[in-house]
């Protein structure tokens, strides 16, 4: 009887054993939550999907989705436990840096739609640092750091900046209770086209700042303790990922559905995610891929401006889904359990498992090249797979059409050699190869390139590390969009903006810009320059006598001769018929001096001016002679008075010279 209870005992305790190492497999899902950065729209597409398309369910979740908005703070949720994971942005690094333990388990996004909108057409960040430009609307926190960053890299501290909470958002902007507020380019701009207000958009990306959006992350203490539900939510979140931008329409219908709280319309929903699926990128770079370098530049970036100080190490930031694991508490526990069987049974199940998720591995990683090929071959982009020597390994159909070398001819080539011209070669091969050495974070990059038949085109290209083969060298794939054409109508759509057609010099839109921004520097740094209002003398009679085609040929030589007198960082503009104005950018900060330059400069520029001229019609031998004069006004420019009232100056002054006999320099009273 005392032998058959002991044996009892120990079956009970090894049923027990097993059920407590192994049981969970075996318990109700379980109830986690993602807290949401905004209001639902398909900037959250793929935790839709993997809820709805039962991937978080077959992970053994119930996953519960917060809807964030103006007052959202994902960051401080999560580290309350009002969450258990949240989205946040590339900020999230701040607050790691400050000591809160995150981690960041990947970007949804390779590249922050994160904008600042203003309203009103061609708005400059530096009208935003003027003491009347209004106010900022920004998210809580260091949320939208990435935008005010972008002030600080302009030289405009934020001290200087009204910025205020975001509160109504959208509905401030157009109602003009703000002038600017944070915004996503997928979102907000959309609605502004469709009612037809004009607005400009500032994207940090065009101030050095091209970070990382929407990323998904957690607590350091759930990732130590909780590491196979860390796991497990980080993939069945980027499947759900990847089915919602293999099916967009799918995810649309679900998100009218389910999801609408905005009262978004179906292309409002189409809008949004075609543009995210250009920051996604996901043809080019695997979801959820982060690189450590440019982490590092994002926190120098941060660093640089204040913002935070490099006194904590990176390493604990970035989620690593294979830790080292101390096992001696389960080498403790086998070592107590009296029972043989139940540690044979219990690794020959964890074999049994490991081989499966071997296999599920490997038959994924021949789905994922299997699905790159077939991407790489279909891309609308000109693709190009190479790696160190510049050896091309791979050249898609694209390619073919754009450059006109067939896949054969290149396999194996150095493409330096054939796709570069001899100068962009010498400056473009030393640098990618320090970049290949270093396994740096690529760039994207526009530059010209040759074709087969000799053009030169110019191609915008983007570029991404290929994941590496075990025993393979590292390779690179770049996608090439052929843009020649959109930079030549940018490049006329400019002219015709701001150069006067006749002269080639800025029209009187570039030098009000231009007026300003002078200003402007005056006004926050000090020093001082001066505008030259110039009026030719008697323009009217050569017209008269010659006509319009000679006095055309007048206005030109003397927009030559003005340009060649003046320096590279002045601007010499037509103001319109015979009237030009100069902008002399620094003069002597000295009172007494500082008149007697903007004198002297003006003297230099009439005595040019009164150089006979020969004036030569193209179909014409007889040339005409004309002697010219001008009439020349003089307003220094301190930053002090308003741009109408710098003109208004320099026009009066300008008539005072015509009045005391015409080829003077008159400067304006109080200058």
């Excluded at 990382?212 to 350091?220: A, E, K, N, W």
Aim: net charge negative.
């Amino acid at each position: 009887m005392h032998n058959t209870g002991l044996s009892q005992a120990i079956a009970r305790l090894a049923f027990g054993l097993f059920i407590a190492v192994w049981g969970s497999e075996l318990l109700a899902l379980e109830t986690v939550s993602l807290q949401l950065r905004w209001k639902h729209q398909f900037q959250f597409a793929g935790y839709y999907a993997a809820l709805h398309k039962g991937f978080y369910r077959e992970a053994g979740f119930d996953v519960q989705l917060l809807e964030g908005g103006p007052g959202a703070d994902p960051v401080s949720a999560v580290l309350s436990g009002q969450s258990d994971f949240g989205v946040s942005l590339s900020s999230l690094v701040i607050d790691y840096l400050k000591g809160k333990p995150v981690v960041m388990l990947g970007p949804i996004f390779q590249h922050s739609p994160n904008v600042l909108l203003i309203r009103g057409e061609n708005r400059q960040i530096s009208e935003l640092g003027l003491p009347d430009a209004g106010a900022i609307a920004l998210m809580g926190g260091d949320q939208d750091v990435e935008l005010k960053a972008m002030f600080l890299n302009e030289g405009i501290a934020l001290k200087h900046l009204q910025i205020i909470p975001d509160k109504n958002h959208l509905r401030d902007l157009i109602q003009g209770h703000v002038t600017a507020i944070n915004a996503y380019l997928s979102n907000e701009p959309f609605t502004l086209q469709q009612n037809a207000i004009p607005f400009s958009i500032l994207r940090p990306q065009n101030y050095g700042m091209d970070f990382y959006g929407d990323l998904l992350f957690t607590t350091q203490q759930r990732v130590a303790e909780q590491p196979q539900q860390v796991a497990a939510f980080r993939a069945a979140s980027l499947r759900g990922w990847q089915y919602a931008l293999e099916h967009p329409e799918e995810i649309i219908d679900l998100i009218l559905t389910h999801y609408n709280t905005q009262a978004k319309s179906r292309e409002h929903l189409q809008y949004e995610a075609q543009t995210l699926r250009r920051l996604i990128n996901p043809e080019v770079i695997e979801l959820g891929h982060s690189n450590p370098g440019r982490w590092r530049h994002i926190a120098h970036t941060f660093a640089g401006f204040g913002v935070v100080t490099l006194e904590r190490p990176l390493d604990d930031f970035f989620y690593n889904p294979n830790p080292t694991i101390d096992l001696t508490w389960l080498y403790w526990a086998l070592g107590i359990s009296l029972t043989v069987l139940l540690l044979v049974g219990s690794i020959a199940f964890y074999v049994h498992r490991a081989n499966r998720r071997l296999g599920q591995a490997i038959a994924e990683q021949r789905r994922s090249e299997e699905r790159y090929r077939v991407i790489f071959q279909s891309s609308a982009s000109a693709g190009i797979v190479w790696r160190a020597g510049f050896i091309v390994t791979d050249w898609n159909h694209q390619a073919e059409d754009l450059f006109g070398w067939s896949r054969a001819e290149v396999i194996g080539r150095d493409f330096t050699d054939f796709l570069l011209p001899e100068t962009l070669r010498q400056q473009l091969v030393p640098e990618f190869a320090r970049i290949v050495q270093n396994v740096a974070e690529l760039p994207h990059g526009i530059n010209d390139n040759l074709t087969r038949d000799g053009r030169v085109i110019s191609c915008e290209w983007f570029n991404a590390w290929l994941p590496r083969q075990a025993g393979e060298p590292q390779e690179i794939i770049s996608l090439a969009i052929d843009i020649t054409e959109r930079l030549q109508l940018e490049e006329q759509v400019r002219q015709l903006a701001f150069f006067d057609p006749l002269t080639r010099l800025p029209n009187r839109r570039l030098l009000d810009d231009r007026l300003e921004q002078a200003m402007t520097i005056f006004q926050r740094y000090g020093g001082c320059g001066a505008l030259l209002f110039i009026d030719l003398d008697n323009f009217k009679p050569l017209n008269d006598q010659y006509g319009h085609d000679v006095g055309d040929l007048l206005l030109i030589e003397v927009a030559r001769r003005l340009v060649d007198a003046v320096r590279a960082c002045d601007t010499v503009a037509r103001f319109g018929g015979d009237e030009f104005v100069v902008l002399i950018s620094h003069l002597h900060a000295d009172d007494g001096e500082t008149p007697d330059d903007a004198r002297r400069v003006a003297n230099k520029l009439l005595g040019r001016l009164t150089v006979p001229y020969c004036l030569r019609r193209p179909d014409d031998s007889n040339p005409v002679e004309h002697h010219c004069s001008a009439s020349i006004g003089v307003v220094l420019l301190d930053g002090r008075v308003d741009k109408n009232e710098v003109f208004r100056r320099a026009d009066m002054a300008m008539y005072d010279a015509k009045r005391a006999g015409r080829n003077q320099v008159v400067l304006a009273a109080g200058g």
